[in-house]
């Protein structure tokens, strides 16, 4: 009975400790759906609209999108110098990440400033990164061009920017450089979570060195790698305002990406005629594209055991 008495009187706190809770979130939950929700809802809307922003959208159906998939051939040529880009940079980022990580963890406290020096690209402004690599592979005055020469291997200046390997090479060692250590710290948190314990009986089990890594590390840190994996992925997919500050799409918009290609006819930049409707069309697309490329991922390393 006193039990129950003093459960009741707990009552009106469990109440007021809500309000407040929810008071406390409706900032963010109301900014969350004007810059998440509202913007969805735009798309949707003007997807099938022949509309640039200012005059009477005009309806025209599934128009923008059969343009897309019969007369745009630069879409998809984005699409798979996204797709290029990404693949690229993930093969050496997330192992380089989980090395460093590995490292890090094996220096304890004394890998402090090395954890310090390797996080702070992540912390600069994507635009500023975009800007330090385009002057570092100049053609005349790049320093890595001075470099190269210096060590005599090559004989004369090479043109990063005019070819668009080379341009997609410079955007996707830039893009290693600044996410390598966001990625590295994931990794090193997870790593720290692994006992100790398994290790010390691996060890006395005669399990060492590299399967040691594969057998104990590597299934411990599986729901940390599965996120950092995904996070990566939809990251890459994404990448807009590095490219915009290196390349802009340069040589001839063999560079181009398909967020920076959409962007462009939302804003009209680089001479395009501005087209909210065929935008928001090219919006709808690539969304339904990565929402599949993430269903399939999360299916696929769910069949992987990442989290066992």
């Keep these: 009975m006193k039990q129950s008495i003093q459960s009741n009187s707990s009552l009106p706190w469990i109440g007021r400790d809500s309000t407040q809770a929810v008071l406390m979130i409706l900032p963010m939950l109301i900014g969350f759906f004007i810059f998440t929700y509202c913007p969805i809802l ?9 509309y640039n922003g200012f005059a009477h959208a005009t309806f025209t159906g599934p128009n923008n999108l059969i343009r897309i998939f019969q007369r745009d051939p630069a879409y998809w040529d984005s699409v798979l110098n996204t797709l290029v880009l990404s693949g690229g940079k993930l093969l050496i980022e997330i192992p380089l990440a989980l090395l460093l990580a590995v490292l890090l963890q094996r220096q304890g406290k004394t890998g402090g400033g090395f954890r310090v020096t390797l996080f702070l690209p992540t912390i600069i402004s994507t635009a500023i990164v975009g800007l330090i690599f385009t002057l570092m592979f100049g053609a005349t005055q790049g320093i890595v061009n001075m470099m190269l020469m210096k060590i005599h291997l090559i004989s004369r200046p090479i043109d990063w920017m005019g070819s668009k390997w080379t341009a997609l090479a410079m955007i996707g060692f830039a893009s290693i450089w600044a996410y390598v250590g966001i990625n590295m710290i994931f990794f ?5 979570g692994v006992p100790r314990e398994l290790y010390e009986c691996a060890t006395l089990d005669g399990c060492t060195g590299f399967k040691r890594f594969v057998r104990i590390t590597l299934p411990m840190i ?3 790698f599965r996120v950092v994996l995904l996070n990566a992925i939809i990251g890459s997919l994404k990448v807009t305002d590095l490219v915009l500050a290196s390349t802009n799409g340069q040589p001839g918009g063999k560079t181009e990406v398909v967020m920076t290609y959409v962007f462009k006819y939302f804003t009209g930049m680089s001479g395009r ?5 065929y ?14 490329m993430s269903f399939f991922y999360l299916k696929a390393s769910k069949k992987m055991n990442l989290e066992d």
């Design 42 to 50: 735009y798309i949707l809307r003007y997807a099938l609209f022949d």
């Design 188 to 192: 090193l948190m997870a790593l720290q």
């Design 222 to 224: 599986g729901p940390i």
């Design 273 to 277: 005629r501005i087209e909210v409707g």
């Design 279 to 292: 935008a928001s069309a090219m919006s709808l697309v690539t969304g339904i594209f990565l929402a599949a």
